[in-house]
């Protein structure tokens, strides 16, 4: 079965410095990963999904993962951190032998300084 | 763009009543879903439906049940609320072929 791992819960990170999420998945085939993203009282907005290809994709409001095989890991990137950024941020992870079905990681919460 | 709405993004119930949520995408997506998201245990599938009647059972389908009469219209059903059924309940929907979701603004159910 697959299962994704976000091993920080909380993340606080000052304005304008850099920002990466972790996620680790595990699933039997090639996996099809994405980002999604959570702010307060909202539903999931996707961010970012990787399918095959460059496993460098870059996605909305300035986001960036990298696939890594080797090490089962798919994290998220910015730059330079905005306060709007403060919000939930899941990984997910699904593939052509689970249907349409994706599992999630338990979330990572970002706060940012000013 | 996918337009999923949900009925009441509150809700307070108590304890032992009947509890509708309901969930409508207006793009025509085969695939509808519900999950619950509880705080650090991300979101977990409740259960799904790939077609019009058609339901499966996800990761935790016990005390709940759904209901799907039409294709844009996918209803999850409590129907004993308990104290534990507490929380954030999100509807998602998809096109059969895709696995990209879709998500509603959530509905925050209370049971007291």
């Known amino acids: 079965a697959q299962s994704v791992t976000q091993p920080d819960i909380h993340i606080t990170v000052s304005e304008g410095a850099s920002l990466e999420l972790r996620c680790n998945y595990s699933y039997g085939a090639t996996p099809y990963l994405f980002w999604y993203v959570q702010s307060p009282g909202q539903g999931l907005q996707l961010l970012l999904k990787y399918f095959s290809g460059d496993t460098l994709v870059q996605g909305i409001k300035g986001f960036e993962a990298e696939f890594k095989r080797s090490q089962s890991s798919f994290n998220l990137r910015k730059p330079s951190v905005h306060w709007s950024d403060a919000a939930e941020y899941f990984c997910?992870?699904?593939?052509?032998?689970?249907?349409?079905?994706?599992?999630f990681g338990g979330g990572t919460r970002l706060m940012v300084k000013p | 763009d996918v337009k999923v709405t949900q009925s009441s993004r509150y809700l307070v119930k108590r304890t032992g009543e009947k509890v509708f949520l309901e969930c409508v995408q207006d793009m025509d997506h085969e695939n509808m879903f519900w999950y619950r998201q509880d705080p650090g245990l991300g979101l977990r599938l409740i259960y799904f439906?790939?077609?019009?009647?058609?339901?499966e059972k996800g990761d935790i389908p016990e005390g709940y049940s759904v209901s799907r009469e039409k294709k844009e219209r996918f209803s999850l059903i409590l129907e004993s609320a308990s104290t534990n059924q507490t929380s954030m309940y999100l509807c998602a929907s998809n096109q059969g072929s895709s696995y990209e979701q879709y998500f509603g603004p959530g509905t925050r159910l209370t049971v007291t």
């Open positions: 997910a992870v699904g593939g052509w032998n689970a249907g349409n079905m994706l599992t």
């Open positions: 439906s790939y077609d019009v009647k058609m339901k």
